[in-house]
T-cell receptor, first 111, second 118 residues
Framework: RKEVEQDPGPFNVPEGATVAFNCTYS??????FFWYRQDCRKEPKLLMS???SGNEDGRFTAQLNRASQYISLLIRDSKLSDSATYLC????????????FGKGTLLTVNP | GAVVSQHPSRVICKSGTSVKIECRSL??????MFWYRQFPKQSLMLMAT?????????EQGVEKDKFLINHASLTLSTLTVTSAHPEDSSFYIC??????????????FGPGTRLLVL
């Protein structure tokens, strides 16, 4: 089982749509969780951290379920500029810090 | 703030040559830098963790003699791909964590270096 697995995608949605990405992780000792976005042929950029209580940043909402080892990202009112690959990222190293990236899910928002 | 640069951004070389990639934190000091590799349509994979003034820690399956890492200052880490072969062609990305003011979770990524070995 891969350490971090994501929806394979791709997702094609119209502007204004709501889209949700799912992610599972295998290491139950993982301590922190993130969503990054990566534009084509660019470096990943932190979108948001994911907290146990769930957290929201504008149109983006992240949820974490430690019991199910499941992370989600919800994008509301999607914009053309949201088109990117969304990476689920887990610190699986504990005190020996190590980010493990999922393969990513490609989102294309269409006009 | 928190800018990380990489040089070169793109390199094409012949098989058997060595290639050096630089990673610099421009406006902060970084005790720890990380080197990743990403093949097309694959996830970023951590290759090694580089600590200033000490030997790098390599991930399982990464040859330390092939991928030489030097982190001689708090703002510069270099990755040298020795005797590069076509299978080393990839997108190499570094990240840096500030020495103070944040945990290692705060990683700032460089723009990456595309290596093509012919």
């Amino acid at each position: 089982r891969k350490e971090v697995e994501q929806d394979p995608g791709p997702f094609n949605v119209p502007e204004g749509a709501t889209v949700a990405f799912n992610c599972t992780y295998s290491n139950s000792a993982s301590q922190s969780f993130f969503w990054y976005r990566q534009d084509c042929r660019k470096e990943p950029k932190l979108l948001m951290s994911v907290y146990s209580s769930g957290n929201e940043d504008g149109r983006f909402t992240a949820q974490l379920n430690r019991a199910s080892q499941y992370i989600s990202l919800l994008i509301r009112d999607s914009k053309l500029s949201d088109s990117a690959t969304y990476l689920c990222v887990v610190n699986s190293g504990g005190s020996n810090y190590k980010l493990t990236f999922g393969k990513g899910t490609l989102l294309t928002v269409n006009p | 703030g928190a800018v990380v640069s990489q040089h070169p951004s793109r390199v094409i070389c012949k098989s058997g040559t060595s290639v050096k990639i630089e990673c610099r934190s421009l406006d902060f000091q970084a005790t720890t830098m990380f080197w990743y590799r990403q093949f097309p349509k694959q996830s970023l994979m951590l290759m090694a963790t580089s600590n200033e003034g000490s030997k790098a820690t390599y991930e399982q399956g990464v040859e330390k003699d092939k991928f030489l890492i030097n982190h001689a200052s708090l703002t510069l880490s270099t990755l040298t791909v020795t005797s590069a072969h076509p299978e080393d062609s990839s997108f190499y990305i570094c990240s840096a964590s500030p020495t103070s003011g944040g945990a290692l979770e705060t990683q700032y990524f460089g723009p990456g270096t595309r290596l093509l070995v012919l």
